[in-house]
T-cell receptor, first 117, second 113 residues
């Protein structure tokens, strides 16, 4: 499978615990995004990386959230001291960005469902 | 503020009919638009895209129309099939804003056999 891969697909955790999600983007894609989606809503942007550099973080990304992409390939999203409001699907996406005129088609993974109880 | 929205939250069509899903956007600086299909429990699946220098683009059974004058985007699905049942999102993208996508709420398409 050469698509965006996310792990785990489902995670149930107790409030206050830490969780970590992993994303493997499409090979050679230089840009990687994290989004969050709750039921009935469209995905909301959280953060993105260009290679290993984190270029933007949304105001939605509180200080309990941290994302890394240490070698410019896979990425992790960690949530510390989880709260019930963190329950959502966390989506990873990737794209190959060239010039302004080459487009930026963004491909999503299947998501990681988080339930905080 | 900047937003992307959909006119209809739900759309029900008969199998074999054509479907039209509409989307309004407000950021005139957006230069790239994508339609995604999302089935229950899965991630958004790329359907078709269009750049702001185009007004129409066709794919297999799908056509996207862009009207920059009124900031309107539509997705047309020909000969709709039960497998097309899903939530459809339009998303806008601005190269100078990091290329991140801004999504609307989505339209749920239900195809009746």
């Amino acid at each position: 499978d050469t698509g965006v891969s996310q792990d785990p697909r489902h995670k149930i955790t107790k409030r206050g615990q830490n969780v970590t999600f992993r994303c493997d983007p499409i090979s050679e894609h230089n840009r990687l995004y994290w989004y969050r989606q709750t039921l009935g809503q469209g995905p909301e942007f959280l953060t993105y990386f260009q290679n290993e550099a984190q270029l933007e973080k949304s105001r939605l990304l509180s200080d309990r959230f941290s994302a890394e992409r240490p070698k410019g390939s896979f990425s992790t999203l960690e949530i510390q001291r989880t709260e019930q409001g963190d329950s959502a699907m966390y989506l990873c996406a990737s794209s190959l960005v060239g010039t302004e005129y080459s487009g930026n088609t963004i491909y999503f993974g299947e998501g990681s469902w988080l339930t905080v109880v | 503020g900047e937003s992307v929205g959909l006119h209809l939250p739900t759309l029900s069509v008969q199998e074999g009919d054509n479907s039209i899903i509409n989307c309004a956007y407000s950021n005139s600086a957006s230069d790239y638009f994508i339609w995604y299909k999302q089935e229950s429990g899965k991630g958004p699946q790329f359907i078709i895209d269009i750049r702001s220098n185009m007004d129409k683009r066709q794919g297999q059974r799908v056509t996207v129309l862009l009207n920059k004058t009124v900031k309107h985007l539509s997705l047309q699905i020909a000969a709709t099939q039960p497998g097309d049942s899903a939530v459809y999102f339009c998303a806008e993208n601005n190269w100078r804003d990091g290329g991140k996508l801004i999504f609307g709420q989505g339209t749920e398409l239900s195809v009746k056999p």
